[in-house]
């Protein structure tokens, strides 16, 4: 019984311990933001410090910014898949075909169609060519990946 009693005094002392030293932080964080500091001075300064941080977090976040879908591996990969497909297409014709749809979150195409059209031939070709494209990297709203629109323009008939 005495064992018991002794470890039950051990315990609530380490538990003790260990809330006290949690308050002493606290206070101490506390303090270091100037509250209960004698001296105002000290409570502005720990506010316009905490200003700056968050107006640094914010630039940051506006760093990460707003991007536009792109075609993974850039402009280069994209205008190289889209030839690589025209030359596949076996359809003859000339003219350029714009197709619009939206990237998902997950780099996902959706809601394409054709907004420029050459003619209804070369419309379907680019259409399927569009939709069956690889993922995308998705756009970012701050630095978070959102649906946004995206475009791409398929030239049939022309050497880029």
């Given at each position: ?27 101490e964080?506390l ?9 105002t ?120």
């Open positions: 019984m005495k064992k018991i009693l002794i470890l039950l005094v051990l315990a609530l002392s380490m538990v003790s311990m260990t809330v006290n030293a949690q308050v002493n932080d606290k206070m964080e303090r270091s933001r100037g509250f209960g500091a004698r001296n001075a000290a409570a502005q300064v720990g506010a316009v410090a905490d200003s700056v941080a968050k107006a640094k977090e914010a630039k940051a976040q506006k760093a990460k910014g707003d991007t536009d879908p792109s075609f993974q591996g850039g402009e280069e990969v994209l205008q190289a898949y889209l030839r690589s497909k025209l030359l596949h297409s076996n359809v003859s014709g000339t003219g350029d075909v714009v197709v619009s749809f939206m990237v998902d979150k997950k780099g996902n195409i959706y809601q394409a169609e054709v907004t420029q059209s050459a003619g209804s031939t070369l419309d379907t070709a680019a259409f399927n060519i569009v939709t069956g494209m690889p993922r995308w990297n998705p756009g970012l709203k701050d630095g978070v990946p959102v649906d946004k629109p995206a475009k791409v323009t398929v030239s049939f008939g022309k050497e880029k």
